[in-house]
């Protein structure tokens, strides 16, 4: 007896492609001006602002304007990438936990950030900006925007 394999067709949306990049190459450059700043406190907000970017492409990826309804989802960018890309939840509860410290600098409350603070938010923004190029290649080459797959957009 013969088995037949199927295989899922997926169909890759150029638009959703060109979204995710245009958000991974801001991302890019708020890391390049964020590398250049020597004000902490300055560094650590424009780090964040580059994974909050580098979530957004993510996002682009896992919630296509078509098709899956993001209704009952948080607007929290952390939350729903948790949802959406459980791959991805381990390092958006990391950054999650930053949210306020974030908030906190741009509202001029917090003005001193602990160097090694930064320094570990750098470390784990450059691990995610891979991550996220990964996410955006593996779905660029067939439609599986995660790891397991599970993020295909069946045609």
Known sequence: MMTRRTTTQVEVDPIVVGRAR???ERADLLLE???GI???AERF???YLTALRAAGAALAIGEPTSGRSTRGLSSNAWNRLAVIMPDL???AERFAAWSVLRMNIE????RDVDPV???ELHRLVLTFLDTVEGVVIAY???GHGAQSGSLAHPA
């Open 89 to 91: 939840a381990e390092q």
């Open 33 to 35: 001006n964020a590398d």
């Open 38 to 40: 020597t004000d902490d």
């Open 117 to 119: 603070v930064v320094a």
């Open 140 to 142: 660029e080459q067939g």
């Open 107 to 110: 509202a001029g409350l917090e």
């Open 22 to 24: 245009d958000l991974l």
């Open 45 to 47: 907000r424009q780090l």
